[in-house]
Structures are given as C-alpha cells and as structure tokens.
C-alpha cells in the first residue's frame, strides 16, 4: 500500500495491513505471519480470534449494541461489575468504565480529586508520581506521566505534578544498600516530596505496580509498596495504582498488586480487561471513595459517551471467564518460569544484555553498549527501532522502546506474549528475539 489517509503514527511510511489474526499469530495482505510475542501493547491475553469472546460479541450485537449510560444501564455491564469486584482486592465496591488505559488515568485523577472536594478538603490539588513511568498519553495522564520525550512537545499544556525516583534496582540501587534499604530509601523520598508540597495539598501518588513501557518491566523491591501505602496513610494520600499493562493476570495473579501485599485506593485497568477484543478500561474504587460521592454531590462530575459499552463489556467479561475457566493465571506463572529461562539461559552470555526482569508473562531486556559500566548505546542509533525492524522482518511482533535510563538515553524490548502461548511458542519467541538483537546490533 502506497496511498493512504490514514493518520498514522509515522507518517513517512504506512506499516503492514493485518487482514487475520488466529492464536498466538498475525497475517498482513502478503501472507506473511508473526508470531505475536507482545500482545500488540500487551493486550491480546487470548491471543487473537477466540471463538468463545466472539460468540460473546455477536450475541451481545443481536441483543443490544449501545445504550448511553444517562439514559440507561445494561444487563452485561451489571454482570462485569459484579464479576470484577469479586475479585477485586479487599475493600473494591463499584467499578468506572471506559474505554481505554488513558481514559481510565484520567477517570481515576478525577475522582480523587472529587473524594476530596466532597470531603472538605479542596485544598488538595497535587498529584506526585514517579520518573520514567506512563499513565497514558491524555494530558492529565502526560502530566503524572514521567516519559520525558512523549512530555516534552506538550510540556506548557500539562498540569503541575511532582515526579520522584522509580523503584529501579539495576541502575539506581547503590551498591552498599539491600534491596530493603532501597525501598525505604525511596518511600522517605516520596514522604519528602509529601512534606515539602504540604501533607494538606497531595490527592494521590500515583503508580505502575509493575512498570510499563517507558522503563521497560521495573519490578518493585520487596516491601516497596508496604512502605509507599503507609506512606500515603500517614498523610491521608491517595494512593492509585496504574495496573493498564501489568494487571489483569499478566504477571500470573489477576491484580499485580496481590504480589505486593497492598491495596490501593484506586485500581486503574485496561489492556488484559478485553484482550484488544473492544477497547475497554476501567477504575475499581475504594467503597469509602464511592460513599464520599453518594452522601455529598450524589455523582460523579465525570463522563464519556462510549463508558460501559455493551459491545465492550460483553467481550471482556468473556475474556475473564475463560482466563478463570482454563486456569490461566497458572499458566501465566509457569509460561513465565520458562521464558525467563529462555531468555536468561539464551543471553546468559551476551555482551549487550545488560538486564532480564519481570514476572509471569511480562519480561524487560535492557540492552547496554558495555556490560559493565551499564553504559547505554547512543541514542542516535535507535537501536530499538533496528530491533523492531529486524524482529518483523523474521515474524516476531516485539514491543521496544528508546529512553529507558532518562528518557533519551537507554534501549529496551518488552515482551507480553498472549496467556496461550505454548513452550514451543517461549522458545521461537527467544530464538528469533535472539537473531533480531544480533543484526540490529550489527547494523549499527
């Protein structure tokens, strides 16, 4: 295809047109199939074309499309609500949904900022998040968002928000400290931004639970988030976790959270929510959040024409019974266990690897130009853009990003490889993966 009037995303050449999409691959017009070992953005958590969401879908189409939720409420709205919140972690009461990741930062900002409006506290209008972490790329999302480079255009139309230290043990844990002092290294930093801004004008930190694609899969030290949450509490802090990439049983529990040990105020989801079947999101809160609303204003000063998507809810609530029936979270776990072997087993050597990490289905490879200083390639390179490129070309749909270390400097790929995948499908993805890095390293 040569002529376009697509809007896409780079506009100096037109990506290849997907005509099919069955199990763990993609086709394009050509023929040619690609073996998705990222899930798209880590959504497709089925993989593609499951016939029991299809089913779903067409029979929520032949009954109802769309309703507007002023006017009404719908049967498999109901049912997903109900569904999610009894398995939501301890205290969940309703759910918010909308149409997508950003959608639902958004919705979650928003509703903070509400509780405290309705609870007499207005002063409250600061949100602290973190570095090198994304929230999505609406502009209240872009403004907690620590991406510098998707910042930056944007800079004078974001709204304040203070940023403080990822939790990122490969290049920001000094050698002299354990991964416990770490932790509460940065949870006094976080108090100190809290003290600083006044404990009085703080709504919500904000958080990856696992981070996403601007750092490519941070996991947290052990008791991180334990030390944030009593944080938060001491200062009546919100605390929101961003679970849009990493929840949803991506790192082999529904709620990555459930690994921490903490519960938020507000739970944000997405991608895994309806497998890229219809684009859906939502916010789990807090019943005390909700009963703020109920005995104040008596709503949510909020809204967008497609939230609660009939089409939507019925795809997801699909999704999640069939993760629930076939026992996927268990096989997130040992597919995980075995990619991580393949990958640490397959790049154990490699001069240009400098970190493998993640949990269940959700692996970060940073790549350095030297082992042992962590030195990053020049970012003119853009390796990750070579490794892209190379990964296509063998059939491997892999998610890579630039800017890992600071926003500019730093390459890294994430996989998110579908709940499906099969042992045979973990080694292809590392064999390929393997020859992609190799020639984009040898191209530049």
Request: proline share 5%; glycine share 12%; net charge neutral.
């Amino acid at each position: 295809m040569t002529d376009t009037r697509v809007f896409h995303r780079h506009l100096h050449s037109v990506p290849p047109v997907a005509t099919a999409g069955k199990g763990m691959y993609l086709t394009d017009s050509s023929g040619r199939h690609y073996l998705d070992a990222s899930g798209g953005a880590a959504v497709s958590c089925l993989g593609h074309g499951h016939p029991d969401v299809l089913a779903a879908m067409h029979a929520q189409i032949d009954q109802l499309a769309y309703a507007h939720t002023s006017f009404f409420t719908t049967e498999v709205a109901e049912e997903l609500a109900s569904h999610l919140i009894q398995r939501a972690p301890a205290g969940m009461s309703n759910v918010y949904f909308v149409s997508g990741g950003s959608e639902a930062v958004e919705a979650a900002m928003k509703m903070a900022r509400q509780y405290f409006v309705e609870t007499g506290q207005p002063q409250r209008s600061h949100f602290i998040a973190r570095r090198q972490s994304y929230h999505g790329n609406t502009l209240g999302a872009l403004s907690v968002g620590g991406n510098q480079w998707r910042r930056e255009p944007f800079a004078p139309l974001l709204i304040p928000a203070t940023h403080v230290s990822p939790c990122y043990p490969y290049r920001e844990q000094r050698e002299d400290e354990s991964p416990g002092q770490y932790g509460q290294r940065l949870a006094r930093e976080l108090e100190a931004a809290i003290e600083r801004l006044g404990s009085d004008k703080v709504i919500a930190f904000i958080a990856e639970t696992v981070g996403g694609a601007t750092a490519g899969v941070i996991t947290a030290v052990p008791g991180y988030f334990k030390a944030v949450r009593e944080v938060c509490d001491r200062h009546g802090v919100l605390l929101i976790l961003d679970e849009v990439m990493c929840g949803m049983g991506r790192t082999g529990t529904l709620h990555a959270c459930e690994q921490e040990g903490v519960v938020p105020d507000l739970l944000v989801i997405a991608k895994g929510l309806g497998g890229g079947y219809q684009p859906i999101g939502a916010v789990l809160a807090q019943g005390r959040i909700v009963d703020a609303m109920s005995r104040g204003s008596g709503f949510f000063q909020h809204g967008h024409t497609y939230l609660g998507h009939a089409v939507a809810c019925a795809a997801a609530l699909a999704v999640q019974k069939v993760i629930e029936r076939d026992g996927l979270l268990a096989r997130v776990r040992e597919g995980g266990a075995t990619l991580q072997g393949l990958l640490r087993s397959v790049f154990a050597n490699h001069p240009h690897i400098g970190d493998i990490r993640g949990r269940g289905l959700f692996w970060g490879i940073e790549l350095v130009k030297d082992k042992g200083s962590k030195a990053p390639f020049d970012p003119s390179l853009r390796l990750h853009a070579r490794i892209k490129k190379e990964a296509m070309a063998r059939g491997l749909m892999v998610y890579p990003m630039g800017g890992t270390v600071d926003g500019r400097y730093g390459d890294h790929v994430l996989l998110a490889p579908p709940f499906i995948a099969a042992e045979a499908d973990l080694a292809l993805i590392a064999e390929r993966l393997d020859a992609a890095i190799a020639a984009a390293i040898q191209s530049t």
